[in-house]
C-alpha cells in the first residue's frame, strides 16, 4: 500500500514520528509531500497535496497533520472522491475505516499524544470497510464535489 504523508509545522514532528513507524512495516510505501520543518507553512497547500494525490490514485491512502488535524482535514475533504476523518481515538480510527471507507487519516500534533497517534495509525492502516449499507452512504458523500 502506498502512503502519502503530509503536515503543516503544527503536525510536522507527528509527521515523522508516524513515517518512522511506517518505515517498519514492509506492506507500506511511503510518499512524503512536506512540509519539511517547523517553519510556518499553510495547511491548505500540504491537505491539497496529499488528497490529490489519494484522488489521482498516485497513493492508495493518506496521512495529515496540523496543529489540530482540523484545518488540514477541512482541505483534504475539498477534494473529489476523499473521505478524510480527523480521529483522537482508536475507536473513531477503526469507524471512520468500517463505516466511512476513510481514504485519508488526519491528526493533531498539538492535540494528540504520539503513542496514541501510533495507535490511531495502526488501527486505520488495519481495519477494513464493513461496505453494505455503509457503501451507499459513502456514495452519497462522493456524489457531493
Ligand atoms: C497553525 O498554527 C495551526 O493553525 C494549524 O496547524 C492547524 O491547527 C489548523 O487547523
Not at 511511503?30 to 498516485?58: F, H, N, Q, R
Not at 476513510?102 to 495502526?122: F, Q, S, W
Amino acid at each position: 500500500m502506498i502512503i502519502a504523508i503530509a503536515s503543516d509545522h503544527g503536525g510536522y514532528q507527528l509527521k515523522e514520528t508516524v513515517k518512522e513507524y511506517l518505515r517498519t512495516r514492509n506492506d507500506i510505501q511511503i510518499v512524503d509531500l512536506g512540509t519539511d520543518s517547523e517553519e510556518s507553512v499553510d495547511y491548505p497547500i500540504y491537505g491539497k497535496a496529499c488528497a490529490e494525490a489519494v484522488a489521482s490514485g498516485k497513493a492508495d491512502r493518506g496521512i495529515v497533520c496540523c496543529g489540530t488535524g482540523i484545518g488540514i482535514s477541512i482541505a483534504a475533504n475539498k477534494v473529489k472522491g476523499i473521505r478524510c476523518g480527523l480521529c483522537t481515538s482508536v475507536e473513531m480510527a477503526e469507524m471512520t475505516r468500517k463505516h466511512n471507507n476513510a481514504n485519508m487519516l488526519a491528526m493533531g500534533g498539538r492535540t494528540t499524544d504520539p503513542d496514541l497517534a501510533l495507535e490511531i495509525t495502526k488501527a486505520w492502516l488495519d481495519t477494513e470497510f464493513e461496505g453494505g449499507r455503509h457503501k451507499r452512504r459513502t456514495e452519497m458523500l462522493d456524489e457531493m464535489c
